[in-house]
């Protein structure tokens, strides 16, 4: 097979069996994936909201990570400074499959007529399996890899911020303030399924603001700051335009990683889709074919002046 050693040497970088690398999935499209970090931007956008992302890293890669989100978030009833959702991201990476499964809550305070200032939690779990008997291992009688780790099951807890107006927005959020227990690969003496690497504190810093160009065209330039101890800070830049409230093109720079070219179409007044392309500017673009994600968002039940001009985040 392809690149296998390769593959595990990413594997041990990506920090799946080490706590001193980043270890929350990445996303080119994060503004269009703002939930999923931050709870406070449920319910944000007045309407019942679904979104699914996709994400293809590293292709043809053995064992490159493979990501799954969907979350679908609603103003709360008839209370409209209250929202509510559900995050679900299920993640692979080689013999190791982890899914999270959180409910966001937002509670929204009017700060002036067009603006306001959320306050959101996440809970949930997250459940890990990781399979060896898909590592072609040097010696099968090796003590670490005798017992699967099977639907190991941690509790999670979140908090975010989210302030926005009708052209700028600002949030900063923890998705999980447990330190998860996995995998220790220094416990040699007493190994079992249940040893599992700490999974370390994500902080996340997203901003945006939407610029009037003409009638038909508006430009946001956007970013999101990554930071996790033992790891480089992540920063993403992304610069996208809006033509005529239906095409977006725009590109995106991950520092030290990538260039992405991102293309987004609003096919009717419910759904949108996005798609991105990442370049590797690594050495990890001589071993595959670059990362792709798509993303589907479906919209019911806007308020009336959302949907004579969409909102572009």
Same mark, same amino acid.
């Given at each position: ?6 593959? =595990?040497?990413?594997?041990? =970088? ?17 503004? &269009?994936?703002?939930?999923? !970090? #931050?709870?406070?931007? *449920? ?15 590293? /292709? ?7 990501? *799954? ?8 009833? *008839? ?9 679900? /991201? ?10 999270n499964i959180n /409910?966001? &809550?937002?509670?929204? =305070? ?29 010696? =099968? #009688? ?20 989210? &302030? ?5 927005? !600002?949030?900063?959020?923890?998705? #999980?303030?447990?330190?998860?227990? %996995? &995998? ?11 040893? /599992? ?5 994500? %902080? ?39 033509? #005529? ?7 995106? %720079? ?13 096919a009717s007044d ?44």
């Open positions: 097979m392809k690149h296998s050693y390769f593959a =595990i040497i990413i594997l041990i =970088i990506l920090g799946t069996f080490s706590s001193n690398a980043q270890q929350d999935a990445q996303y080119t499209q994060y503004m &269009y994936n703002t939930q999923v !970090v #931050n709870p406070a931007y *449920a319910g944000s956008r007045d309407a019942l909201s679904f979104g699914l992302l996709l994400r293809s890293q590293w /292709v043809g890669l053995e064992g490159s990570p493979k990501t *799954a989100t969907f979350n679908a978030s609603s103003p709360l009833g *008839a209370l409209a400074n209250m929202g509510i959702g559900l995050s679900i /991201v299920s993640e692979e990476i080689g013999p190791g499959t982890e899914s /409910v966001d &809550y937002s509670y929204s =305070i009017q700060t002036s007529d067009r603006s306001e200032l959320s306050f959101g939690l996440k809970a949930g779990m997250s459940v890990l399996d990781i399979d060896f008997t898909k590592l072609n291992i040097y010696d =099968i #009688n090796d003590p670490r890899f005798q017992n699967n780790i099977d639907n190991k099951i941690q509790p999670q807890i979140g908090a975010g911020v989210y &302030y926005n107006t009708e052209k700028f927005y !600002v949030g900063l959020s923890v998705p #999980n303030f447990l330190t998860t227990q %996995y &995998y220790d690969p220094s416990s040699l003496t007493n190994i079992s399924s249940s040893e /599992v690497a700490a999974k370390r504190l994500h %902080y996340f810093l997203i901003a945006g603001y939407v610029f009037d160009i003409t009638d038909n065209l508006k430009f946001k330039p956007a970013t999101m700051i990554k930071a996790v101890s033992g790891a480089p800070l992540q920063l993403d830049l992304s610069a996208n335009f809006l033509i #005529n409230e239906k095409f977006t093109i725009g590109a995106s %720079y991950r520092l030290s990683a990538a260039m992405s070219g991102l293309l987004g179409f609003q419910q759904l949108f889709i996005g798609f991105a392309y990442d370049y590797q500017n690594t050495d990890i673009e001589y071993f595959s074919d670059g990362s792709y994600e798509l993303m589907l968002r479906f919209e019911l039940f806007k308020k009336p002046e959302r949907v004579l001009t969409p909102r572009f985040f």
